[in-house]
C-alpha cells in the first residue's frame, strides 16, 4: 500500500466510523432521539452559520460565479418539473415523489462530506454552489410545501423564515462585508478576529456531530430500500448528465475555476434530497412520511457511498 492509498484511507475512515458510531449510539441508547433532534438545532442554528459566515468572508468573489449561479437554480427547478411529469407518466400514487426529486440536503450532508474530504477551510466553494439553491428552497420548495400542508397564503411566514433564519443572515452579513472591502478591517480587529476564532471552534464541532447525527438516523431495510428504488434510480437519471454539464462543461471549459469548484458542483449533485420533507407533511399522512424518511435514509447511503468512491479517484482539489 503506498503513502497516497494510505492518506485517502485515513481521510475516509473517519466519515466511516462517525456514520457507524451514530448508528451505534442509537441502538444501544446512550443519547434519545430528542437529544438528536436538539443536536440538529445546534448544528442548523448556530454551527453552520458559523463555519459558513467565515466561508463568505473570506471568498474571493468572481463575476463568473452568476453564471454558476444560474446554472445551479436552473437544475433545481427542472428537477422539480421533472418530478412532477415522472409523477403523471409513470403513474407514481405518492404525493410527495416530485418534492423528493429537487434540493439537495447541502447543510446537514453537503457541508460534513466536503469539509470532512478537503478540509473545513474548503467549504466555501460548495457554498457557493449552494447559494441560489438556498434560494430556490426558501422561495419556491417550502412555498410550495406550504401551501400544500396549510393551503394559500403562507408565503409571508417563508419570507419571515427566510429573513430570520440564521444561515441567511450569517451568509448575508459575510457578503456584505466581503463585497463592501471591508472584510480585511474586520479580521484584523480584535472583535472581529474574536468572532472569527469563535467560528473556528464551532466549525470543529461541525463535521462529527452532523456525522453522527446522520448515522443515527440510518435506519435501512428491505421495504425501505424498494421504496427508495424509484426516487433514486429515475432522479440520477436526470443528475447525470446534469452534473456532466453543469462541472464539465460549464465550470471546467467555459468558466476555467478549476478543479475545487469542479468538486464541489459533484459533491453537490451527489446529495440527497432536503430532509425538511417531511417535516411539511401533514400529521395524518403517516404512510407517506414513512416513505419520505425510507427515501432520505436510502438516498443517503447511496451519496455517502459514491462521494467517497469519487474521493478515491480525487483526493485533492489543490488548495
Known sequence: MNADTTAIIVTVSPIVLMLALGNVIRITGIISERTVDELKNLVVMVALPAVLFVAFLQMELNRAYLALFAAILLVCVLLLGYGFLLRRMLGITREYYPFLMTGFEFGMVGISLFGSAYGLQSVGYIAIVDLSHELFI????????????????????????????????????????????????????????????????????????????????????????????????????????????????LVRNTLDLGPAFEAAVITFMLLPPPYIVPLFMPVSMKEERVYANNVLTVYTVVSIALFILYFLYNPSIGV
Request: glycine content about 12%; overall charge positive.
Open 138 to 249: 426558501w422561495f419556491v420548495f417550502v412555498t410550495i410545501l406550504t401551501a400544500k400542508r396549510d393551503g394559500a397564503g403562507g408565503f409571508s411566514g417563508v419570507l419571515r423564515g427566510f429573513a430570520t433564519s440564521p444561515l441567511i443572515l450569517a451568509i448575508v452579513a459575510a457578503l456584505v462585508l466581503n463585497v463592501a472591502g471591508i472584510s480585511g478591517r474586520f479580521e484584523s480587529h480584535p472583535a472581529g478576529a474574536a468572532v472569527l476564532e469563535t467560528a473556528g471552534l464551532l466549525g470543529n464541532l461541525l463535521i462529527p456531530t452532523i456525522l453522527i447525527i446522520i448515522g443515527y438516523g440510518m435506519r435501512l431495510s428491505l421495504r425501505g430500500v424498494r421504496q427508495a428504488v424509484t426516487v433514486v434510480t429515475t432522479r440520477f437519471v436526470f443528475l447525470v448528465p446534469a452534473t456532466y454539464l453543469v462541472a464539465i462543461v
